[in-house]
């Protein structure tokens, strides 16, 4: 099986990190595949959806603000590179969970520059996902992310969407920025959620005019009470029931990606 890395954008609150979680679900009942999630959003969040709480000193931001501190005061062994050294680093805050790994990045505290380190560390993330069938990416809300062009080795990158102005206009400028930093995915994929039926045709029509061969319609997810009341309740998303109509959805949109 070809290697995916699947990135999950678009604006704040849309519901990434819940379509991530449902393709999380999906993934794991499918088969044996090794999995990595990526967690890069600093206001961490995938573990309150999975059920997993993850401490700060579980975070990648914590290995590199000690890193850089070492930096500073000069105490680093002068006879390792330091590309090794953060390598290990990555490799340390892998958090195993049953069926898959979680990377969390966290937040990077203090002031200063973490320019190194982040150049870096989107190699060794790169290199990371080599070891994996399938990575997910939580990115953050907006698109500062992309005009710093991380993600080079994302195959698929999963645009969601609710019915919103807002929200479909992040989806075109995430396209936009893509184009202009000439990142290239082998495919783009729209998520509608929380569309009214009402609504739906319009989202189609906004994806058929971008009109590029490699941006499609992926599907709808529902609004849905379990949904909220899993989140209200902090309860594990992967939890959810086999026939429950979202999940069933979601299994269904995902198969056109794997
Ligand atoms: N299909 C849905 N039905 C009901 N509630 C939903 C649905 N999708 C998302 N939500 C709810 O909307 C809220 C935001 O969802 P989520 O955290 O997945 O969005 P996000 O895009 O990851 O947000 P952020 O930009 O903050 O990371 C959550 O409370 C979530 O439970
Ligand atoms: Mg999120």
């Known amino acids: 099986m070809k290697k995916r890395v699947v990135a999950f954008a678009g604006k704040g609150g849309v519901g990434k990190t819940t379509s991530l979680a449902l393709f999380l679900k999906y993934l794991i009942e499918k088969d044996s595949s090794e999995i990595l999630v990526i967690d890069s959003d600093p206001d961490a969040n995938v573990g309150d959806v999975i059920g ?8 990648l931001a914590s290995k590199m603000t000690e890193l850089k501190e070492k930096i500073q005061n000069r105490s680093l062994p002068l006879d390792m590179p330091k590309n090794q050294i953060i390598e290990g680093d990555v490799f340390r805050s892998l958090i195993e969970m049953d069926k898959f790994d979680i990377l969390e990045m966290g937040r990077q505290e203090g002031s200063g520059c973490y320019c190194f380190i982040n150049s870096v560390l989107k190699n060794v993330i790169d290199t990371l996902s080599e070891n994996y069938d399938i990575t997910l990416l939580d990115s953050p809300a907006g698109l500062e992310h992309f005009s710093r062009k991380t993600g080079r ?13 807002m929200g479909i206009h992040t989806m075109k400028r995430i396209i936009e920025l893509t184009k202009e930093v ?26 058929e005019e971008i009109s590029e061969s490699n941006i499609k319609l992926l599907g709808f997810l529902p609004d849905d009470k379990t949904i909220s009341e899993y989140n209200f309740l902090g309860k594990n998303l992967l ?20």
């Open 52 to 59: 997993k709480e993850i401490s700060f000193n579980q975070t």
């Open 153 to 165: 080795n994302v195959t698929d990158l999963i645009i969601v969407t609710d019915p919103s102005k």
């Open 182 to 207: 000439s990142l290239e995915f082998e495919n783009i994929w729209i998520i509608g959620n929380r569309f009214p039926d009402s609504l739906k045709e319009a989202l189609e029509k906004e994806v």
């Open 239 to 258: 939890e959810l029931e086999q026939d429950e109509k979202v999940y069933q959805k979601a299994k269904e949109i995902f198969r056109t990606i794997i």
